[in-house]
DNA sequence: CAGTGGTCTAGACCACAGC
DNA sequence: CTGTGGTCTAGACCACTGC
């Protein structure tokens, strides 16, 4: 059988999980049995386990056991990137400034800065087939080496616009999602005219020690965004 | 030292990375090379590559070796559930109906099932301190032991109730979200009159066989719901 | 005390890359 | 052909659990 034994472990553990054989909470059988069972090494036995913890079917207590964990049933992943979605790309953005300003409170205690700390905000506009589909606003803290370059900005995703200058690994995220009505400058913006509403996306990034790199508020045209997630 | 020697080699992996000694598609040096750099067995280096790969750093090419993985910028995780999300939390739920109906082409079409195939509809109306937050519909395939007990279902979330008639591990989920402007429906009963937009978020889940089991569409007030994901 | 999982070794054979 | 990663073994010692 060309199958590794690790993983026809896996797929025997998990078919008993399915089928209802073994529920949450439940026991598996020790490691040393199942090494009888499959007759195979511990260290393979325990490769399959391992596959198992990680896909979040089981969990192991040290001295005790592993045991059948209950399954998340409220984790979703969602892809998230301000220029394409669900229903859209978008195929044009517009610069409509780039300007150092000083935080107000709730800035400057989003990003956990004092208000005399010179911020880069830029706001652009994202268009489809000609059309606005939404109004976006970034607060960035200034470093060095930062791209103030309209080229360089003009069409970057946020983690795009803060890679030239941080690390991009050990980048932290977060995404704030709600729906809102429109205010006259997004009417105006996004050619609205009737009870359109919009949905903002703010993204907060961070860097490896939890410091706010930047702020991005994302306010999309109701009807041209849909977000997706899916589980595993 | 306790700390284990394939942490040791993660943590030694992960700063070249981070400090940006190693970039996307660079060469890891070979399981061989970390053997000796860290006087450890293949096993002990192999566990801490998987881990590396596990977390998104590296990437493995048999034959070829470990190589600096582009890191994926887009990807969030979202905890969601009808009755708690980043704002408010529902203390009160109220059944509106609870009925068998035949599905119209676009629902036949979304649960892949004849036009002629019944399925249960549950309506139902959420409240925070006795203001309504939430209108809230499912549609779910009838299957024996399906609960229609009204106290089964009043409180539930989709994936409970589906958990009694179908393994919950194995269980696939979708869900969408979307801004909307309310109908005449919603702000009678969302008891809006004003422009308060909705948030809508659809939930699909799929057996592990793929196979539709039901949807769910719960449209929130959008003053009543803020959604959240962070990267990992 | 025996049994459990956590870590680790020093080998082995294989399929595959690239020269 | 050598070097790479993928799989696997048969031991070992440790810390912890529960009797």
Redesign the interface.
């Known amino acids: 059988m060309s199958i590794p034994v690790y993983t026809q472990i896996v797929e025997a553990i998990?078919e008993k999980?399915?089928?209802?054989q073994l529920k949450p909470g439940d026991a598996i059988d020790s490691e040393n049995t199942l090494c009888k069972t499959f007759s195979a090494s511990r260290?393979t036995v325990r490769k399959g386990l391992?596959i198992l913890a990680?896909e979040g079917?089981i969990y192991s207590i040290p001295g005790k056991g592993n045991f059948v964990k209950q399954?998340d049933?409220?984790?979703?992943?969602?892809?998230?990137?301000e220029m394409s979605n669900?229903i859209n790309i978008v195929d044009k953005t517009q610069l409509l400034e780039v300007n150092i300003i000083m935080p107000d409170d709730e800035l400057a205690n989003s990003l956990q800065v004092t208000k005399r700390k010179n911020l880069i905000r830029i706001k652009r506009l994202f268009f489809t087939e000609g059309n606005p589909v939404a109004y976006d606003v970034k607060y960035l803290l200034y470093q060095r080496g930062m791209p103030i370059v309209e080229k360089e900005i003009q069409h970057a995703?946020f983690?795009?616009m803060l890679?030239k200058t941080t690390?991009?690994?050990?980048?932290?995220?977060?995404?704030?999602?709600?729906?809102?009505?429109p205010d006259d400058e997004m009417k105006y913006y996004l050619n609205i005219y009737d009870?359109?509403?919009?949905?903002v996306v703010e993204q907060k990034l961070y860097d490896?020690d939890n410091k706010p790199m930047g702020l991005g508020i994302t306010s999309?045209r109701?009807d041209y965004?849909?977000?997706?997630?899916?589980?595993q």
């Open positions: 998990k999980i399915n089928s209802g260290m391992a990680r079917y399954p049933l409220t984790k979703y992943i969602i892809n998230y990137d669900t995703t983690p795009e890679a690390p991009i690994y050990g980048l932290k995220k977060e995404i704030i999602i709600y729906a809102q009505a009870e359109l509403p919009l949905l490896k999309y109701g965004i849909k977000l997706k997630g899916i589980n």
